[in-house]
């Protein structure tokens, strides 16, 4: 017989490891190839991953977690699942203007635009929403293993 908070719960964790490897690993990739002849290879592959496996990931996440949620019988009102829930909001959001500013960093450099200040606002507000969000995120790992409330 399946045991089905184990497997709900599984595919939940596997969800969280996934987003949160790929978001820091485009991180990585994009600051290394900052002002270099890959940029533009490295931002298209960083948004084709944010559309293909970020974005749909962080909408699994909440769906698998309500899902073990009422398989393990936890009522969604307890402390550690409300906060997780808001700070997963914050998380979302987040990646989402994150993608618009890769995006846009990836029009203007392929206008020719990359030399404009505009650019480098774009790169410098990445950073800081992908910074923002990873240390959120990471509160929300917290949250869900140690159910402080």
Not at 70 to 97: C, K, N, S, Y
Request: glycine share 10%.
């Amino acid at each position: 017989m399946v045991d089905w908070y184990t497997t709900t719960k599984f595919v939940h964790v596997m969800l969280v490891l996934l987003v949160g490897g790929m978001s820091a690993g485009s991180g990585f990739w994009i600051e290394f190839a900052a002002r270099d002849e890959h940029e533009g290879f490295v931002l298209r592959q960083v948004r084709q991953f944010h559309l293909r496996f970020v974005l749909p990931g962080l909408v699994l996440i909440p769906i698998t977690g309500v899902a073990t949620a009422w398989v393990g019988g936890l009522p969604l009102t307890l402390g550690w699942i409300v906060v997780a829930a808001v700070l997963w909001t914050v998380v979302f959001v987040a990646m989402l203007a994150y993608a618009w500013v890769v995006t846009r960093q990836l029009r203007m450099l392929e206008d020719g635009d990359a030399e404009d200040g505009g650019y480098r606002r774009l790169a410098l507000a990445g950073i800081v929403l992908g910074a923002a969000a990873g240390m959120v995120f990471a509160a929300i790992v917290y949250v869900m293993i140690a159910k402080p409330w």
